[in-house]
Antibody, heavy 121, light 107 residues
Framework: EVQLLESGGDLVQPGGSLRLSCGASGFPFSTEAMSWVRQAPGKGLEWVSAISGHSLSILYADSVKGRFTISRDNSKNTVYLQMNSLRVDDTAVYYC??????????????WGQGTLVTVSS | DIQMTQSPSAMSASVGDRVTITCRASQGIHNYLAWFQHKPGKAPKRLIYSASNLESGVPSRFSGSGFGTEFTLTISSLQPEDFATYYCLQHNNYPVTFGQGTRLETK
């Protein structure tokens, strides 16, 4: 059974930093692309970033480019999202999800339960 | 970026109703289109992939259709557990983009 578990969400001041983690199990982690998707309060879903299985392809939404860094440790079955220069509008529930957009049968088929990031003074 | 225009943004319906939600892409995306159901406090749930393929375990009252720029999600007979927010997602190009969502409420 595929399981994804996010952690690291917290209350942080504007301009601060936070690192989210997503632990994975139930599938061959190193072969799977992973993504982060967020939902701000009262808003819709927004794709944030994606990373291929061996980190050769990394992509970001324009809204986070230059501030967020996605990475992974395949030995720990974990993907990370380092968030710097946080802004109030980064407040959201952050989800990790698995799959490559080039493999429609599996793309974003499985999601974690999310972790809440609140940016406020 | 490809814009996904989803309509309606909200609707009221009753148990047993037939419901149709539409997504229009700003440019052709072949069939790289998925539909998700999202309930408060839960992870989004994928219902449909490749525009018309039903996810395993999803009731057959859900169906999807379309290709290119016009897509629809249909719920043939609404059940109490279907009241939620629905999103389309295009993944033909990066950045992948979601529709703005359709909030389905009980009438």
């Amino acid at each position: 059974e595929v399981q994804l578990l996010e952690s690291g969400g917290d209350l942080v001041q504007p301009g601060g930093s936070l690192r989210l983690s997503c632990g994975a199990s139930g599938f061959p982690f190193s072969t799977e692309a992973m993504s982060w998707v967020r939902q701000a309060p009262g808003k819709g879903l927004e794709w944030v970033s994606a990373i291929s299985g061996h980190s050769l392809s990394i992509l970001y939404a324009d809204s986070v480019k230059g501030r967020f860094t996605i990475s992974r440790d395949n030995s720990k079955n974990t993907v990370y999202l380092q968030m710097n220069s946080l802004r109030v509008d980064d407040t959201a529930v952050y989800y990790c999800a698995k799959g490559s957009q080039l493999t429609p049968t599996e793309y974003l088929q499985h999601w974690g339960q999310g972790t809440l990031v609140t940016v406020s003074s | 970026d490809i814009q996904m225009t989803q309509s309606p943004s909200a609707m009221s319906a009753s148990v047993g109703d037939r419901v149709t939600i539409t997504c229009r892409a700003s440019q052709g995306i072949h069939n790289y289109l998925a539909w998700f159901q999202h309930k408060p406090g839960k992870a989004p749930k994928r219902l449909i992939y490749s525009a018309s393929n039903l996810e395993s375990g999803v009731p057959s009252r859900f169906s999807g259709s379309g290709f290119g720029t016009e897509f629809t999600l249909t719920i043939s007979s609404l059940q109490p557990e279907d009241f939620a927010t629905y999103y389309c997602l295009q993944h033909n190009n990066y950045p992948v983009t979601f529709g703005q969502g359709t909030r389905l409420e009980t009438k």
